[in-house]
């Protein structure tokens, strides 16, 4: 009987064990002792990094996001007593993610597993120690956030199949709506990295040279078509050497984790100026991300399959395995004479055709040296209906019709005063892997 006994309870265990290694299945048997709604963007499962600092300490630090607190690991740095962190706990003193990022993968899944570990609802370190515990923990309302990273180069990839379709409609017409080479490799290129701004960054009206009618010489003045653009962006963790690609096979490896972007942009300048070069002035004013970069293994259950690539890519742009997440996105606008905000857009990040590993190795098939901070965006991310369009561009459809605010306002571009919030969540069983908001307000164009 004893020996029945045994064997049942062996067998309970081998359950639970394999139940608490799908995450799915992990909310049931393991939570935070930090109370977190449920439809918070910061559950337990999430776990994002970001840079912050408080009114009385304006030193910025890293943290972890749960619920409505922030852990500040510059403080719990000791406890990350593992193979690699072991040896590297300065890289939570620094002000930005960079050090840590460097680090690489091992590092990355073994700080997520320290960090699950410290904040779980049976583990006493932090949650019996009343004075760690207050050291520790930072309440978000009180809490200013920072860009995550020095972020030394920007990339942006134009990577939506729905997308680019539409916009070559626009400008081409149905039958050359996708150039020879899009349907071949990631087109891209290269943005500027030091008008990356974090998320409440006001942005002003650019101004520049348009061209409104094609008949006369260009202008100068503000730009009247001022857009959103719907976008998300990974950071690159560890780096290669120059010279040395990154094999699609380990793409994954340096991949750190992802953030909202809003790439703003001003049409009417771009249109004028991106023969032959692509965007320069439309586009370099502003980039807006989300502070708190959610790590990929938090994505990892809203894995999807990729897009069927037809024709298929060069092998050195193939893989098999799924790369592809379930994010469910929103853009939202609130004029100054606006109540509420209206909701705009719908998409998800599932619709891209390019995956985030097919964009690093091509990035660096030719040698290119990626750096630890480096900022690699998707595009903007439309899809087959007009709700989930990513940019003002396609649902107004250049201007040709209005968009619906609600209450009387209409756009067909922004206005003045006007707030863009962009959201997004993965949503699990009980539980959210969220990204917070990125949100920018429109400020009028300087008078000359």
């Not at 935070?32 to 999430?46: G, L, M, P, W």
């Not at 990295?193 to 006001?202: D, H, Q, Y």
């Not at 998409?347 to 900022?375: E, I």
């Amino acid at each position: 009987m004893a020996a029945v006994e045994s064997i049942w309870k062996g067998l309970a265990l081998l359950l639970l064990v394999t139940l608490r290694s799908i995450p799915e299945f992990n909310c049931s048997f393991e939570m935070s002792f930090i109370k977190v709604d449920e439809r918070s963007d910061f559950s337990y499962h999430n776990l994002p990094y970001g840079v912050f600092s408080t009114r009385d300490n304006p030193r910025h630090r890293i943290g972890v996001a749960i619920g409505d607190q922030i852990l500040d690991l510059s403080v719990i740095k000791h406890l990350f007593n593992g193979p690699v962190l072991g040896q590297h706990q300065d890289v939570f003193d620094q002000p930005t993610l960079n050090a840590f990022m460097g680090l690489g993968y091992d590092a990355w899944r073994e700080a997520r597993k320290y960090v699950q570990m410290l904040l779980a609802a049976n583990e006493s370190t932090l949650r019996d120690d009343a004075h760690l515990r207050g050291r520790a923990f930072v309440d978000q309302s009180s809490a200013v956030m920072h860009l995550p990273a020095e972020i030394g180069d920007y990339t942006d990839f134009y990577s939506s199949k729905d997308h680019a379709t539409n916009v070559g409609i626009m400008f081409r017409g149905k039958e050359n709506a996708l150039m020879p080479n899009w349907l071949r490799l990631p087109v891209g290129y290269h943005g500027r990295a030091s008008s990356v701004i974090v998320s409440g960054t006001p942005i002003r009206r650019p101004q520049g040279q348009m061209r409104p009618d094609p008949t006369k010489p260009p202008v100068f003045g503000a730009s009247k078509q001022l857009d959103v653009e719907l976008e998300m962006a990974f950071f690159v963790g560890s780096g290669n050497k120059l010279g040395e690609p990154v094999p699609i096979e380990k793409a994954h490896e340096h991949i750190f984790g992802m953030v909202l972007m809003n790439d703003w942009s001003a049409r009417d300048i771009q249109a004028w100026e991106y023969v032959p070069l692509g965007p320069f002035l439309g586009k370099n004013f502003g980039t807006t991300i989300s502070p708190w970069v959610v790590p990929m293994e938090a994505l990892t259950p809203f894995v999807e399959a990729n897009a069927v690539q037809d024709p298929q890519p060069l092998p050195y742009l193939q893989h098999q395995d799924p790369y592809t997440f379930n994010i469910n996105l929103f853009v939202s606008i609130k004029g100054e004479g606006m109540r509420e905000a209206a909701t705009i857009c719908k998409s998800n990040f599932k619709y891209m055709y390019w995956t985030m590993k097919q964009q690093l190795a091509h990035h660096t098939v030719n040698g290119c040296n990626v750096r630890p901070g480096d900022l690699l965006a998707s595009g903007t991310i439309s899809g087959p209906d007009p709700e989930s369009f990513g940019s003002m561009l396609e649902l107004s459809w250049r201007g040709s019709k209005v968009i619906d605010l609600g209450g009387g306002e209409s756009r067909t571009f922004l206005k003045d005063g006007d707030e863009v919030t962009i959201t997004g969540y993965c949503e699990g069983r009980g539980y959210r892997v969220g990204f917070g908001q990125c949100q920018g307000k429109i400020l009028p164009a300087l008078q000359q």
